[in-house]
């Protein structure tokens, strides 16, 4: 009897070795699998969809050809049950990406993050045209004024009221994301900018401030400029001269414009021809940058009343139609 009982003691000693040395060796498998590169030949793009399982997501991974073993997966998140909360979203993943980063990328939300760059001096219709093409952004239509009236403006005039500058989204964010950021970062700048004017300047309110900065940033090739291009157009505002500015002539023709002004454009009445209207435009003619809403706020102590483009992103200024005349033949007529 003794010896039996040593017998099945020795069996069952020799099963649990076995058992610890399997055990072992596949912890060690699990360990090393968790530590394997991901099986790509270049990144790709993974979603994983709201509502979606752990092991749906497992079998999805394991069908595009990025993982195999499924079953050491399994393992992986018994021994980690915190990996196998994971995320809906999209999500890049990497050949040298490996398992347990990818899992740690799911638990944790890390999804792609796309970017727009809003380039300032383009209008309404410019960014209108980029926002629609951007890839995975859910679109709405007339998603400015929409904007505009989630903050309590009724206006329905969005030009200039969004600020130019690079944002980021995820897959599947509505644009007005984007443009709430946008319309929230100008109110910020032009308030900024209204606060630190030169209260002699002849701008009524914050609006007639982003209207002649959206004129001044159409105007400016060279940077340095911005203030004396704002203090030709406010000594001629302070004068009740005409700003004459072509950008608003080409702003006002619409999709007529094909790159050439004729003298026939400059005659023609329309609400932004500032060769036929007096003062500023009703509204401003593209999005301004802070640089060009501080010009507006703080013109250059100067009495320039004309300027004439040099052909090189710089001009000319003068005192007298004489002078600015003489710059014209210059560099204009004589081209």
Known sequence: MRKLIIGVLATLFTLLCVSAVGLYW????VV???????KLQQPMEFEVARGTSFSQMALALEQTGAIDELWKLKVLVKLHPELAKIRSGLYQITPNESIIELLEKLNQGRGMVFSVTLIEGQS??????LLKQLPRIQWQEEPFLRVLRNNGDESNLPEGKFYPDTYHYGAGDSVLVILQQSYQKMQQELDKAWQQRDKSIPLKSPYELLIMASIIEKETGKASERPWISAVFTNRLRKGMRLQTDPTVIYGMGDRYQGNITRKDLREQTPFNTYRI????P??????????????????????????SKNDGSHIFSKTLNEHNRAVDKYQRNR
Do not use: C, H
């Open 26 to 29: 596949v912890y060690q498998s």
């Open 32 to 38: 090393s699998y968790s530590q394997t590169p991901l």
């Open 124 to 129: 309404i219709k410019e960014w209108r045209a």
């Open 278 to 281: 007096n003062g500023l435009t």
């Open 283 to 308: 509204t401003p003619i593209a999005a301004p940058s802070t640089a060009s809403l501080m010009a507006a706020a703080q013109p250059a102590d100067v009495d320039y009343l004309y300027f004439v």
